[in-house]
T-cell receptor, first 114, second 114 residues
Framework: GPKVLQIPSHQIIDMGQMVTLNCDPV?????FYWYKQILGQQMEFLVN????????KSKLFKDQFSVERPDGSYFTLKIQPTALEDSAVYFC????????????FGSGTRLTVL | QQQVRQSPQSLTVWEGETAILNCSYE??????FPWYQQFPGEGPALLIS?????DKKEDGRFTIFFNKREKKLSLHITDSQPGDSATYFC?????????????FGLGTTLQVQP
C-alpha cells in the first residue's frame, strides 16, 4: 500500500538544540499531520497542514514547534529549542482527502532529548 | 481524561482462538471508529473501521461489533494466528467536520501463542 517515510528513525539531541524531523508523504496526498506518542501514553494529534498552512493544532503544539513543506519536498516538524518533555515518538501521516478514513502513517521518529 | 479507552492492556491467546479487544468512548459526536494494527518498529496501519450507523463490520477474520447506546465497540479476531501478534489501537473521529484528527486509545498488545 501507500508508504509514508520518516527520516531518521531515531534521533538523539541535547536539550536546547534544534531538531528537524522529516517526512516524505504519499505522493498524491495533500494533507499532512504530525502525531506525538510519549512512552506508555496514547498517540496524540499535534497539527495538520494543507496548502502551505496550519489548519488545526492541539495544545501540545507549543510555540517552539513549527511545520512546513518547502517546494513540495519533505514535510517537516522543527522544534527549537528542544526540551526534555519533547522526548517521544513522532508519527507523520498524510491523507489524500483530509479525512480520517484516508490517513496513512509513517513508522515514526523516536526523539530522545538529553 | 481519556476520551477513548481500551481493555485489556494486554491479551494472550492460543493460535486458533478468538481474541476480543474492547474499546469505549466518551464523546457522542464520534461516529467513525478505525482500528489500527501496529507491529514493533512500524507505524500504525488501518486494519478495519466502522461508522456509527452500523452495528457490525466484518473483514475476513476481523469483525467490529458496535453498540452506540453504550458507546462501546469491540474487535474480534477469529482463528488467531501468531502473525496477528501486534498492538491494536482503537481510535475515534467525528465524521462531520472531519479533518483527519483522530483520538486514540492506549492500545491492546495481543500475543498469539502457537
Amino acid at each position: 500500500g501507500p508508504k509514508v517515510l520518516q527520516i531518521p528513525s531515531h534521533q538523539i539531541i541535547d536539550m536546547g538544540q534544534m531538531v528537524t524531523l522529516n517526512c516524505d508523504p504519499v505522493s498524491n496526498h495533500l494533507y499532512f499531520y504530525w502525531y506525538k506518542q510519549i512512552l506508555g501514553q496514547q498517540m496524540e494529534f499535534l497539527v495538520n497542514f494543507y496548502n502551505g498552512k496550519v489548519m488545526e493544532k492541539s495544545k501540545l503544539f507549543k510555540d517552539q514547534f513549527s511545520v512546513e513543506r518547502p517546494d513540495g519536498s519533505y514535510f517537516t516538524l522543527k522544534i527549537q529549542p528542544t526540551a526534555l518533555e519533547d522526548s517521544a515518538v513522532y508519527f507523520c501521516a498524510s491523507s489524500q482527502l483530509g479525512s480520517a478514513e484516508t490517513l496513512y502513517f509513517g513508522s515514526g521518529t523516536r526523539l530522545t532529548v538529553l | 481524561q481519556q476520551q477513548v479507552r481500551q481493555s485489556p492492556q494486554s491479551l494472550t491467546v492460543w493460535e486458533g482462538e478468538t481474541a476480543i479487544l474492547n474499546c469505549s468512548y466518551e464523546d457522542s459526536t464520534f461516529n467513525y471508529f478505525p482500528w489500527y494494527q501496529q507491529f514493533p518498529g512500524e507505524g500504525p496501519a488501518l486494519l478495519i473501521s466502522i461508522r456509527s450507523v452500523s452495528d457490525k463490520k466484518e473483514d475476513g477474520r476481523f469483525t467490529i461489533f458496535f453498540n452506540k447506546r453504550e458507546k462501546k465497540l469491540s474487535l474480534h479476531i477469529t482463528d488467531s494466528q501468531p502473525g496477528d501478534s501486534a498492538t491494536y489501537f482503537c481510535a475515534a473521529s467525528p465524521i462531520t467536520g472531519n479533518t483527519g484528527k483522530l483520538i486514540f486509545g492506549l492500545g491492546t498488545t495481543l500475543q498469539v501463542q502457537p
